[in-house]
């Protein structure tokens, strides 16, 4: 199948016929590709169960390879979740936590981030939170909360409120000189900049599909490496957690990859719609489509700043992502609410965040800064 061109990547979102769609950080909108592939597998279970098994054990084996290609991973690494949330329940219901023990997290984070850890202060876990300045955690200082009893740092490939985009491979650095894992929620980069994670030595990289990769809600997946395996209990153990789910053993035989980390019956639809949403980014190459969301973002900072919006994006190219959060001086939540009254889609997180995606094109740009400008007018 021929690489689509930008013009043909657009008609594969309906989605944006109708509005400037520019909030892929909340929730991306999924390509006919992705729609197709998840009725099929709800049309071959209407019709006949027996006969759709097959093809969703193919499916989602197949899918695990294009996940491990998405990530710079193993196919042996992934398994499948809900959520972020459910992905990062794997790390606190599956270690072993002791009094004393201590996790490392930058303030600020998104709830699915924060959440799972400060509930282990009913072990006796001590939770340390890296202060943040300027939308993100300084690195340097967050490392100076790790010590001998750290088990865990967990932070943001992305910041949600900012789009400060982390030095991953710098974190990982200094949880291997205390022997902590390095885990990382991937929901605010995979899919649209590059995550590598076996490069960039991340234990547990959890993952929602439903922002930037543009897969259906409900799916996600976590990737693991082979030292966080080996210290990671099945913390809610199925059927499909064994090495063989058809042997029906009474004693478990785990398996020896991530699927252990699984447990009950698959989500056959949700993962077939996750494999057209991965296959199209890796038909249009991971670096094309980076290369796209940054150039998007930085046009729309500049059309931004070309009419005296104040914007949020690091100084440090290599630091930046696709988010790009605005501030007009004014009532803000009015001209939002103005935007999406006139078909321009952002959410409201410390001021307007903005999330281009691949299927935005330099027209969207254009609308949303006129409507801004119109919505600011109107409410100031």
Known sequence: MP???????????????DCAYLDAASVGIVSTRTAAAVAAVVDGHMRLVGAAKPGWLATIARTRGLLAELVGGRAEGIAFTQNTSTGLALVTGGLDWR??????????????????????????VE??????????????????LVDRRTRVVSLSAVQYTSGHRYDLARVAEVCRRHEALVVVDGTQAVGAVRVDADAAGIDVLAVAAHKWILGP???GFVH???????????????W??????????????????????????ENA??????????GLVLELGRERVERTVLERADELTGALESIGVRTRRDADPARRSGIVVATTGGDDAAVHARLLESGVRCA??????????????????TRAVELLTDARDASG
């Open 240 to 265: 499909r957690s064994v090495e063989d789910p058809f042997a029906f053993d009474h004693e478990p035989d785990f398996a020896a990859d991530a699927r252990r980390l699984e447990s009950g019956t």
């Open 3 to 17: 690489t689509p061109e930008p013009t043909d990547v657009r008609s594969l979102f309906p989605g944006t016929r």
């Open 99 to 124: 009094d004393g023990d201590n996790v490392v997290v930058p303030a600020g984070e998104f709830p699915s981030n924060a959440y799972p850890w400060q509930v282990l202060r009913r072990w006796g």
């Open 224 to 238: 693991v490496s082979p030292r966080a395996l080996e210290r990671l209990h099945p913390s809610v153990a199925g």
């Open 348 to 365: 409201l997180r410390g001021g307007l965040r903005f999330a281009p995606h691949v299927y935005n094109d330099t027209a969207d740009i």
């Open 127 to 144: 939770l340390r939170e890296a202060p943040m300045r300027d939308g993100h955690a300084d690195l340097d200082e967050l490392a100076t």
């Open 269 to 278: 639809a949700g993962i077939a719609g996750l494999a057209e949403a991965v």
């Open 217 to 219: 809600a409900g799916i």
